[in-house]
Nanobody, 118 residues
Framework: QVQFVESGGGLVQPGGSLRLSCAAS???????MGWYRQAPGKQRDLVASITSAGDTNYADSVKGRFTISRDNAENTVYLQMDILKPEDTAVYYC?????????????WGQGTQVTVSS
């Protein structure tokens, strides 16, 4: 089973940028992939997704600021985050998109913490 390892999080000031990486342990070329985030006391939400064909979709809260991309040769998915806001503070996870929650539950990794604060 493919495993996902997220990296690239950290502490950044409002208005700053971060680039998150999601390294998969196996072949993900045919997977739709997503970046999810979970803030303390809140549910985990999808913020960006990319299909196997490269079509992207974003939550309204990040549209115009975040960019999802993928490198199938490297089995890696990226999330470029610009103009970061304090409300973007959360643990960020990558996982498969367009699958049932039961199936998705098998793939959750440790995530990477993003903190936006001055």
């Amino acid at each position: 089973q493919v495993q996902f390892v997220e990296s690239g999080g950290g502490l950044v000031q409002p208005g700053g940028s971060l680039r998150l990486s999601c390294a998969a342990s196996g072949y993900i070329r045919t997977y739709s992939m997503g970046w999810y985030r979970q803030a303390p006391g809140k549910q985990r939400d999808l913020v960006a997704s990319i299909t196997s064909a490269g079509d992207t979709n974003y939550a309204d809260s990040v549209k115009g600021r975040f960019t999802i991309s993928r490198d199938n040769a490297e089995n890696t998915v990226y999330l470029q985050m610009d103009i970061l806001k304090p409300e973007d503070t959360a643990v960020y996870y990558c996982n498969r998109d367009r699958v049932s929650p039961v199936l998705r539950a098998k793939y959750w990794g440790q995530g990477t913490q993003v903190t936006v604060s001055s």
